[in-house]
């Protein structure tokens, strides 16, 4: 009886420091979303910056930074996505460059994400506009982290051969911000991968509990009651379970999405169903 606790006191510990691992992680990543209106009078300055033929050049772009941080909310790894659209250019028209510069509006400053766009692999402008797509752009931890701190203080400007100083710009501005203390709820591919190791232990420790009546009966010894499943134990463990699930997400409520929420209370079930296999164990 006494090895029986034992084990299944030290199962309970490793599930919880194995999922204490993997909601860690998972929380450490997130995306930070960040817009910025483009418009050639925002350059600096205008009547220099950009030429005749783009005065009437007007865009959007979305910045997409996938961040990293580690459990004291510093950023350990980062990267950037471009997503941007530009119009009234004239057709033909080569786009060069485009990237975000540190600079508060009004000043120019230095590149510091850039598009990897070039003089030899432009954008051709066709119908009067652009766009462009790109991701994994390398972001270096530093201009990360103050672009999450203030993200006007950089700018996103696109350059065409005929306005090489730059054609459009906009300051940035963050539609997700990161949460505070740097954390986030799993994603979606990462609550696949909380729910398939909680079914593969609930799996197993179902055939375990399943093959004890068996083996016990062999021995001679025949258990009041050898069934694996307790119907009323389980729902009352559910019960317990989902309601701590809900105060959870009713706590989060500010940083959570729909996959969140049927994640949680799917996960709460197959927790449900370990601890009601761990507590019939313990009182055999």
Do not use: C
């Not at 459990?71 to 530009?86: C, K, L, P, Q």
């Not at 931890?141 to 459009?168: D, E, K, M, V």
Request: no cysteine; net charge positive; proline share 5%.
């Amino acid at each position: 009886m006494k090895k029986s606790i034992v084990s299944i006191v030290l199962a309970g510990l490793a599930v919880a420091a194995v999922m204490s691992v993997m909601i860690r992680n998972a929380k450490a990543q997130q995306d930070v979303i960040f817009t910025a209106q483009l418009l050639a009078g925002n350059e600096v300055p205008p009547q220099v910056q950009v030429s005749a033929q783009d005065q009437a050049a007007a865009g959007f772009v979305t910045v997409t930074m996938h961040v990293t941080k580690d459990s004291g909310g510093n950023v350990t790894a980062a990267s950037s996505r471009f997503d941007w659209t530009i119009a009234g250019l004239p057709n033909g028209e080569p786009i060069i460059l485009s990237h975000i510069h540190q600079g508060a509006a009004g000043v120019n400053g230095p590149v510091v994400v850039d598009s990897l766009l070039s003089a030899t692999t432009p954008i051709i402008v066709s119908g009067g506009g652009a766009s462009f797509s790109r991701d994994g752009l390398m972001t270096s931890n530093s201009i990360a982290t103050q672009i999450l701190a203030n993200p006007s203080a950089f700018y996103f400007n696109i350059h065409t051969l005929s306005s090489p100083g730059g054609t459009a710009r906009g300051q940035l501005l963050a539609q997700q911000a990161p949460p505070p203390g740097g954390t986030s709820v799993p994603t979606l591919s990462q609550w696949g991968a909380i729910l398939m190791f909680l079914l593969i232990l609930a799996a197993g420790m179902f055939f375990v509990a399943g093959r004890r009546p068996i083996v016990a009966a062999e021995a001679g010894f025949v258990a009041g009651n050898s069934r694996p499943i307790d119907w009323k134990l389980l729902t009352t463990v559910t019960m317990y379970v989902e309601a701590a699930v809900v105060l959870g997400l009713v706590a989060l409520h500010s940083v959570i999405a729909t996959p969140d929420i049927f994640g949680a209370i799917a996960a709460g079930l197959i927790v449900a169903f370990i601890v009601h296999l761990l507590i019939r164990q313990s009182r055999k």
